[in-house]
């Protein structure tokens, strides 16, 4: 007697589960569909900007301009100068004239305790480089000297090409060693 009880009290238990999945079903279905929101995702936070300055060639493509630009801010003297070397690398602003072959990239920035940045650019620098002394010597410095007006603690640039030593950019200026920062290049408009 005991043993039909306990099965019975099971039977009615297994039954009552039942009614409560099912009672939750039909409460669910005539409520009807439950509209989510999902919130709208946090603005990003603004980005920090430093003003640096960048060269660009001269209207007549005889000397260099500095112009004054917004660069996001890095920590660090390494990633600043990332920052600085990308911006130079990027597309000219309207009105400007970039000196550094298009394609041309970033591959490395680093700086030795001697205050010497090493600067490594992608070989579209010399492979895409239209030639000539002037235009040459205008690409290494538009590098040097952005590199050297925005980062007081590099005193030269060094530049390679795909993380090698190269003699030359495009056959006339010698950059094998590192170059220090070169004013008489610049003519302001």
Known sequence: MKSTRWLQIAI???ALGILAVVATTVVERLAGPRETTTPAPAPAPPTAHITATLFYASPDGQSLR??????PFADGVVAQGRQIIAAQ???APAGQI?????GTHLLAF????????????SAEVSSAHPG?????????????????ANLPAV?????????????????HIDVRRPLERDDSLIKQP
Do not use: W
């Open 98 to 102: 970039s000196t550094i072959p298009a």
């Open 66 to 71: 500095a112009v004054r630009q917004e660069v």
């Open 132 to 148: 000539g002394s002037l235009n040459e010597l205008l690409t290494v410095y538009t590098i040097v000297d952005a590199v050297t």
């Open 12 to 14: 009615l238990l297994v």
């Open 110 to 121: 680093y700086v030795t305790e001697r205050g010497d940045a090493f600067v490594d650019l």
């Open 155 to 171: 005193q030269r640039v060094q530049l390679l090409v795909g993380g090698k030593e190269v003699d030359t950019i495009a056959g």
């Open 89 to 91: 690398l990027a597309a």
